[in-house]
């Protein structure tokens, strides 16, 4: 008998007819049964929760089938997207800098480029960067185009003292040189971050996701 009910919505099953019903029964991890609020209503057990859904639709559990979930969770990264100005960029960085742990780094590997800026699209500065980390090593990188790194970044990886890198914060080389990089990264300690991507992610309805793979991800991994 199941253990939780939902009635009262529109279940979408995705079965062969793509039929939607009223209601759906629960067991443990298992869905029991489908079909009008009275019929499920039937199936419950003894002390069962019911949920009256208000006409709200029910859907399965949704596939991503392209998602860097490897790489974000080792690396726990910044997210750039959506940053309208490179003043709000570095905003974002700064606070994420503000919550870091001691020795770890300011990351943001892809997904944003200076083009989604408004007004000034200049390079972040050495000076900007070293600033807003609050002595964090920090790559950013554009993209997988190019990608800024602070002192502290450059000290850790061993960059020469005399090439234009640290001089400018730039770094350039395309994909290959950006794959290489990240390969030696640190990788986060724990598991707090694969538990905040899978929460984050249950919340917009994935429950799977298929990785193929990317920047600063092993063979292993």
Do not use: C
Not at 69 to 90: C, D, I, Q
Not at 109 to 124: A, K, N, S, T
């Amino acid at each position: 008998m199941a253990t939780l009910v939902f009635v009262n919505g529109k279940i979408i099953t995705v079965d062969d007819q793509f039929s939607v019903h009223q209601a759906v029964a629960v067991d443990g991890h298992r869905i029991t049964l489908t079909g009008p609020d009275a019929a499920v209503l039937a199936h419950a057990g003894r002390g069962a929760e019911v949920i009256d859904l208000g006409g709200a639709t029910v859907i399965p559990g949704l596939i991503d089938n392209h998602n860097h979930f490897v790489r974000a969770t080792e690396h726990s990264e910044v997210r750039l997207e959506g940053v309208r100005t490179r003043s709000g960029a570095l905003d974002v960085l700064k606070r994420r800098a503000a919550v870091l742990k001691p020795g770890q780094w300011l990351l943001t590997l892809g997904g944003w480029h200076e083009d989604q800026w408004e007004g000034d699209r200049g390079d972040l500065t050495l000076a900007e960067l070293d600033a807003v980390a609050d002595g964090h090593p920090a790559f950013i990188q554009a993209q997988y185009d190019h990608a800024f790194a602070n002192t502290a970044w450059m000290d850790a990886m061993d960059v020469p003292h005399d090439t234009q890198a640290r001089r400018t914060a730039r770094l350039d080389g395309g994909l290959i040189a950006l794959n290489r990089t990240a390969a030696s990264f640190p990788a986060a300690r724990g598991d707090d971050g694969i538990r905040a991507a899978m929460a984050w992610y249950n919340s917009l309805g994935l429950t799977t996701v298929f990785d193929p793979g990317g920047v600063g991800v092993s063979d292993a991994a």
